[in-house]
C-alpha cells in the first residue's frame, strides 16, 4: 500500500467510526458536525429548521475536515475535502438521505424529514481530496463560540428534601 492508500484508509475509517467531525470553511471557525459516510465522502444535513448550521460551506468550495476519536476525544486525522452541494429529487440525494435519516436522533418530524429536508435544508457531501494535515505541534484548543444557550442555574436548597420527601411517602403506602 502506498502513503495515499493508507491515508485514504485512515481517513475512510475514522470518519466511519466518529459521528462527530469539527468542519472548517474557508471564511468562519471550526464548526462540529454530525454526519455519515456515505460512498466515500462525509455526507451532512443542515441549514434549515432545527438542523445544524452549515456556515461557509458551499458548492465546489474547500473545506478542512478533523475527526476526532469516538473512545478518547483526540484529534485522529484532519483532511481536505471539496464541498458538493446534493440537489433534491436525484438519486445521489436520495441516497444519501436515507442513510442520513437512519442516523438523524431525535427528528420532530419523523417520516417527513426528507421531504423537510428536499425543502428547507442542505444537503452536502465533502468528499476527500486525498491531503491528510500533519499532526500540529501545538493545542488546537480554542475559545467557545458565541451562543444563545446558558449554564444552568444552582439547584434550589430545597430542592432534594422535597424529592426525598416524596419518594419516602410512596415506598410507605400498600394498597
Same mark, same amino acid.
Request: hydrophobic letters at 35%; aromatic letters at 4%; a positive charge.
Given at each position: ?5 493508507? !491515508? ?5 475509517? +475514522? ?11 474557508? *471564511? ?18 443542515? !441549514? ?22 469516538? !473512545? ?18 436525484? !438519486? ?14 431525535? +427528528? ?32 488546537? +484548543? ?6 444563545? *444557550? ?26
Amino acid at each position: 500500500m502506498t502513503g495515499e492508500q493508507l !491515508d485514504r484508509a485512515l481517513v475512510e475509517e +475514522a470518519a466511519k467510526k466518529s459521528g462527530l467531525v469539527w468542519v472548517t470553511g474557508p *471564511a468562519g471557525p471550526s464548526r462540529p458536525l454530525w454526519h455519515v459516510w456515505h460512498e466515500g465522502a462525509v455526507c451532512l444535513v443542515g !441549514d434549515g429548521p432545527g438542523e445544524q448550521p452549515l456556515p461557509a460551506l458551499t458548492d465546489g468550495g474547500p473545506a478542512e475536515v478533523t475527526v476526532r476519536s469516538k !473512545d478518547k476525544g483526540g484529534r485522529l486525522v484532519t483532511w481536505s475535502a471539496t464541498v458538493v452541494a446534493l440537489t433534491p429529487g436525484t !438519486d445521489a440525494w436520495e441516497a444519501t438521505v436515507a442513510e442520513l435519516k437512519g442516523k438523524r436522533l431525535n +427528528a420532530p418530524d419523523g417520516e417527513a424529514m426528507p421531504g423537510r429536508w428536499a425543502r428547507e435544508c442542505r444537503v452536502l457531501r465533502l468528499e476527500p481530496t486525498g491531503v491528510t494535515t500533519p499532526p500540529p505541534g501545538g493545542s488546537l +484548543a480554542a475559545p467557545p463560540l458565541p451562543s444563545p *444557550a446558558t449554564t444552568r442555574e444552582p439547584v434550589p436548597a430545597g430542592l432534594p428534601r422535597l424529592l426525598l420527601k416524596r419518594g419516602r411517602k410512596r415506598k410507605g403506602r400498600r394498597g
